[in-house]
């Protein structure tokens, strides 16, 4: 069948199940806008202020949904917009297809108008570019793109299309073919046989391995990574913790993995770790690491990084074994396969004596009783106040460990963050992709006043849907986690940290038609939180905390992970 | 330790670019690179010669083996392996120093692609040792301008990578 270019393009959407885009149009992908005027009953598009926003709600749509997020711009500007959310996205392996639209051929290399090399900027934070210049490939890189995103470590795809490309008087020829029978299509086909597109079999032979070093292991403790969380493999990892009897350490991407109230978790590990699990990290006998890179804030002196254990590492992508931490055993497969297989084999252990050496050094968390309000009182108020299941978004910094410190998360999705990227702006745009993908599920968005004063004219998207995000800011007027560093590491110089200056955030949410309110203790944050989850609009709250607030404990970077600078 | 990695990669624009933009961004460092079609025109060889240890040749094979683009990588065993590379080199020559440049261009197997009342500018295909030992060789009568391709190798015996 012959089909105009663009209508190709859209229709490959509509063979992955797609029908939501966020975007911002433009003059090189005016072409692509104008078939998605036809296009409006099948394909939801949520334009946003900025590409960055545009970025990160694509993002967090694919994080909360577990779908494969897609996000339009134009080129030049519109594209170089993209970035941070692209390499967010890419550190963070989260599927997103990002589709720029570049100058037409007779005009490409000549330092055009608006024209950037956007596959070239792309390739390091990307699975794979495409730049299109043959109408006719569309369908074959279409079903690639999308193939490449959301198989294996998923991660972000940018497809690049020349501007004559879409010109709307290019028939191809196109057949309808849904996603589950395309990924058979000779293209890809041979892609997955050279690049293992499917996720990789685990070796039965190293899984009997493993269950031989468990047999062995007195003292093992589980580190539950984003891994668990991209591959939707939390029932598999709670099956297997509560067969191992042993401690669960949660990465900052591994947060809804398995169950943050779980008896046996020991919360967080690595920088802002809890005591429970730096130390058990550091006595245990076997360390199981599931879909974690040992990254930096986890693995914070490799050398003797859980030096007493034998390293067992559990990843879909081989290039991760051996990158930080030397291991001692690993296998390579999706976390829901490899545990499956393992759990079919684990007898039922038990280690009443381990598990209670480590677990009893939980401290219970303490809400401050004090009259003014404090990180814990904003937080416990919105734990008392959201229905169980609720998503939290969080942008970077003080706000963002205090957050993943304090909720308990249940399920994969329920705790949208940048993880590996550090993105300040990202929660707000997270936070719209996803409100759009879950309508049921109320979504906080928690941020600082330096944070959400990057993207917060996205709060013209959140009133344009009608969005009820309700963006808890913890003003502190100062970039806090960097003064943390400052006042610990560099003797107090609060060097162009402070940011005492405008806008006055509850202003700033009524100017967008939405509704705020600023507290400045416990009982006023209480109330707030009821206001937002009646009012049916977009909330804001702006929390007054003190400034010299810290997010406890911290080991620094490159530090023994129980080298404690702050208890 | 020196070690040869031999890549194969879909033959298209922006592929070379999307390798050695992996080594810098990795951190890897690489002593040569060489690149040229194959017998299927669809797919190129790559030999890229790394000067790291054990583990940092299996972080560029494995992270290499991640690109869309490239179809197969395999770490050549120096003793499996035919190693060669060409080099071109102008060297100075008059009517005195000429007859024992060519003495050492016939020990070393040397051709000599051009000659000048002042130079001669001769070509040697070998392994990279004996390339430097012709270089070396050459450096007394004063080298005017080398140019390498860099090593290119298959595996010994009937086998494909």
Same mark, same amino acid.
């Given at each position: 069948?012959?089909?105009?270019?663009?209508?190709?393009?859209?229709?490959?959407?509509?063979?992955?199940?797609?029908?939501?885009?966020? /975007?911002?149009?433009?003059?090189?992908?005016?072409?692509?806008?104008?078939?998605?005027?036809?296009?409006?009953?099948?394909?939801?598009?949520?334009?946003?202020?900025?590409?960055?926003?545009?970025?990160?709600?694509?993002?967090?749509?694919?994080?909360?949904?577990?779908?494969?997020?897609?996000?339009?711009?134009?080129?030049?500007?519109?594209?170089?917009?993209?970035?941070?959310?692209?390499?967010?996205?890419?550190?963070?392996?989260?599927?997103?297809?990002?589709?720029?639209?570049?100058?037409?051929?007779?005009?490409?290399?000549?330092?055009?108008?608006?024209?950037?090399?956007?596959?070239?900027?792309?390739?390091?934070?990307?699975?794979?570019?495409?730049?299109?210049?043959?109408?006719?490939?569309?369908?074959?890189?279409?079903?690639?793109?999308?193939?490449?995103?959301?198989?294996?470590?998923?991660?972000?795809?940018?497809?690049?299309?020349?501007?004559?490309?879409?010109?709307?008087?290019?028939?191809?020829?196109?057949?309808?073919?849904?996603?589950?029978?395309?990924?058979?299509?000779?293209?890809?086909?041979?892609?997955?046989?050279?690049?293992?597109?499917?996720?990789?079999?685990?070796?039965?032979?190293?899984?009997?391995?493993?269950?031989?070093?468990?047999?062995?292991?007195?003292?093992?403790?589980?580190?539950?990574?984003?891994?668990?969380?991209?591959?939707?493999?939390?029932?598999?990892?709670?099956?297997?913790?509560?067969?191992?009897?042993?401690?669960?350490?949660?990465?900052?991407?591994?947060?809804?993995?398995?169950?943050?109230?779980?008896?046996?978790?020991?919360?967080?590990? /690595?920088?802002?770790?809890?005591?429970?699990?730096?130390?058990?990290?550091?006595?245990?006998?076997?360390?199981?690491?599931?879909?974690?890179?040992?990254?930096?804030?986890?693995?914070?002196?490799?050398?003797?990084?859980?030096?007493?254990?034998?390293?067992?590492?559990?990843?879909?992508?081989?290039?991760?074994?051996?990158?930080?931490?030397?291991?001692?055993?690993?296998?390579?497969?999706?976390?829901?396969?490899?545990?499956?297989?393992?759990?079919?084999?684990?007898?039922?252990?038990?280690?009443?004596?381990?598990? /209670?050496?480590?677990?009893?050094?939980?401290?219970?968390?303490?809400?401050?009783?004090?009259?003014?309000?404090?990180?814990?009182?904003?937080?416990?108020?919105?734990?008392?106040?959201?229905?169980?299941?609720?998503?939290?978004?969080?942008?970077?910094?003080?706000?963002?460990?205090?957050?993943?410190?304090?909720?308990?998360?249940?399920?994969?999705?329920?705790?949208?963050?940048?993880?590996?990227?550090?993105?300040?702006?990202?929660?707000?745009?997270?936070?719209?992709?996803?409100?759009?993908?879950?309508?049921?599920?109320?979504?906080?968005?928690?941020?600082?006043?330096?944070?959400?004063?990057?993207?917060?004219?996205?709060?013209?998207?959140?009133?344009?849907?009608?969005?009820?995000?309700?963006?808890?800011?913890?003003?502190?007027?100062?970039?806090?986690?960097?003064?943390?560093?400052?006042?610990?590491?560099?003797?107090?110089?609060?060097?162009?940290?402070?940011?005492?200056?405008?806008?006055?955030?509850?202003?700033?949410?009524?100017?967008?038609?939405?509704?705020?309110?600023?507290?400045?203790?416990?009982?006023?944050?209480?109330?707030?939180?009821?206001?937002?989850?009646?009012?049916?609009?977009?909330?804001?709250?702006?929390?007054?905390?003190?400034?010299?607030?810290?997010?406890?404990?911290?080991?620094?970077?490159?530090?023994?992970?129980?080298?404690?600078?702050?208890? | 330790?020196?070690?040869?990695?031999?890549?194969?990669?879909?033959?298209?624009?922006?592929?070379?670019?999307?390798?050695?933009?992996?080594?810098?961004?990795?951190?890897?460092?690489?002593?040569?690179?060489?690149?040229?079609?194959?017998?299927?025109?669809?797919?190129?060889?790559?030999?890229?010669?790394?000067?790291?240890?054990?583990?940092?040749?299996?972080?560029?094979?494995?992270?290499?083996?991640?690109?869309?683009?490239?179809?197969?990588?395999?770490?050549?065993?120096?003793?499996?392996?035919?190693?060669?590379?060409?080099?071109?080199?102008?060297?100075?020559?008059?009517?005195?120093?000429?007859?024992?440049?060519?003495?050492?261009?016939?020990?070393?197997?040397?051709?000599?692609?051009?000659?000048?009342?002042?130079?001669?500018?001769?070509?040697?295909?070998?392994?990279?040792?004996?390339?430097?030992?012709?270089?070396?060789?050459?450096?007394?009568?004063?080298?005017?301008?080398?140019?390498?391709?860099?090593?290119?190798?298959?595996?010994?015996?009937?086998?494909?990578?």
């Amino acid at each position: 069948m012959k089909v105009r270019a663009t209508q190709a393009i859209l229709e490959c959407l509509l063979e992955q199940d797609v029908d939501t885009v966020f /975007g911002y149009p433009g003059g090189t992908i005016l072409n692509l806008y104008d078939e998605l005027y036809h296009y409006q009953d099948k394909i939801k598009h949520i334009l946003t202020a900025h590409e960055q926003g545009a970025s990160h709600a694509a993002d967090g749509y694919a994080r909360s949904t577990g779908k494969v997020g897609v996000c339009f711009a134009t080129s030049g500007p519109g594209a170089t917009n993209l970035t941070t959310g692209i390499a967010t996205a890419y550190m963070d392996s989260s599927p997103v297809v990002f589709i720029t639209c570049n100058v037409s051929e007779e005009l490409l290399g000549r330092d055009s108008f608006q024209e950037v090399d956007i596959t070239g900027i792309a390739m390091p934070i990307t699975k794979a570019t495409y730049l299109v210049r043959d109408p006719q490939t569309i369908p074959d890189v279409m079903r690639q793109a999308f193939a490449v995103a959301a198989t294996g470590r998923p991660g972000p795809v940018l497809i690049d299309f020349l501007k004559n490309v879409t010109a709307l008087n290019v028939m191809i020829d196109y057949e309808f073919i849904p996603w589950t029978e395309n990924r058979n299509t000779d293209s890809i086909r041979e892609l997955a046989v050279s690049h293992g597109l499917k996720a990789p079999e685990p070796d039965l032979n190293d899984i009997e391995t493993l269950v031989d070093l468990i047999a062995q292991a007195e003292k093992p403790l589980l580190i539950c990574g984003g891994g668990v969380v991209r591959g939707r493999a939390h029932e598999q990892f709670r099956e297997f913790a509560e067969k191992m009897d042993a401690p669960v350490a949660i990465t900052v991407m591994g947060g809804g993995g398995f169950p943050g109230a779980h008896p046996l978790t020991t919360g967080m590990i /690595g920088m802002h770790g809890t005591q429970a699990s730096n130390v058990a990290c550091n006595t245990c006998d076997l360390l199981i690491a599931v879909g974690c890179r040992f990254s930096d804030r986890v693995a914070l002196k490799p050398a003797t990084f859980a030096q007493q254990a034998k390293i067992v590492h559990i990843d879909i992508d081989r290039s991760e074994i051996d990158k930080n931490v030397r291991t001692d055993h690993h296998i390579i497969g999706s976390a829901k396969r490899v545990l499956a297989e393992l759990n079919q084999r684990l007898p039922q252990y038990h280690r009443t004596e381990w598990k /209670g050496q480590i677990l009893s050094l939980l401290e219970d968390q303490q809400i401050d009783e004090q009259d003014k309000l404090t990180p814990s009182q904003v937080l416990d108020a919105i734990e008392q106040a959201v229905p169980e299941g609720s998503i939290v978004a969080t942008d970077v910094g003080q706000h963002q460990m205090w957050s993943i410190q304090h909720f308990h998360f249940q399920y994969p999705g329920q705790l949208l963050t940048s993880g590996g990227f550090g993105t300040m702006g990202f929660g707000l745009g997270a936070a719209i992709g996803a409100k759009v993908g879950n309508p049921d599920k109320v979504v906080i968005h928690t941020t600082g006043d330096g944070c959400f004063r990057m993207n917060c004219h996205e709060l013209a998207t959140v009133q344009y849907y009608n969005l009820p995000i309700i963006t808890v800011v913890f003003n502190n007027g100062t970039l806090g986690m960097v003064r943390q560093w400052q006042h610990l590491i560099y003797q107090e110089h609060y060097s162009q940290t402070t940011l005492d200056r405008a806008p006055d955030f509850v202003k700033l949410a009524e100017a967008y038609g939405l509704k705020g309110r600023r507290v400045t203790n416990r009982q006023e944050m209480k109330e707030a939180m009821e206001e937002a989850l009646t009012c049916g609009c977009g909330y804001v709250i702006d929390c007054m905390i003190d400034m010299d607030e810290m997010v406890r404990p911290m080991v620094p970077g490159g530090a023994h992970i129980t080298d404690f600078l702050l208890k | 330790m020196k070690q040869t990695i031999s890549v194969l990669v879909e033959n298209q624009a922006g592929v070379l670019n999307r390798i050695t933009g992996l080594f810098s961004r990795r951190a890897f460092n690489i002593e040569s690179l060489a690149v040229g079609v194959t017998d299927d025109p669809t797919v190129s060889r790559i030999t890229i010669i790394v000067d790291s240890g054990n583990s940092v040749v299996e972080q560029v094979e494995k992270q290499l083996n991640k690109l869309i683009e490239v179809i197969k990588v395999r770490t050549l065993e120096e003793t499996a392996m035919i190693g060669r590379e060409l080099i071109l080199l102008k060297v100075n020559a008059n009517h005195k120093t000429r007859q024992d440049i060519m003495t050492i261009c016939e020990i070393m197997g040397a051709k000599v692609d051009d000659i000048s009342p002042s130079s001669m500018t001769l070509e040697l295909s070998d392994t990279p040792d004996r390339i430097e030992t012709f270089e070396a060789l050459m450096r007394p009568f004063c080298i005017l301008e080398e140019v390498r391709t860099g090593v290119i190798a298959l595996q010994k015996g009937g086998g494909k990578i």
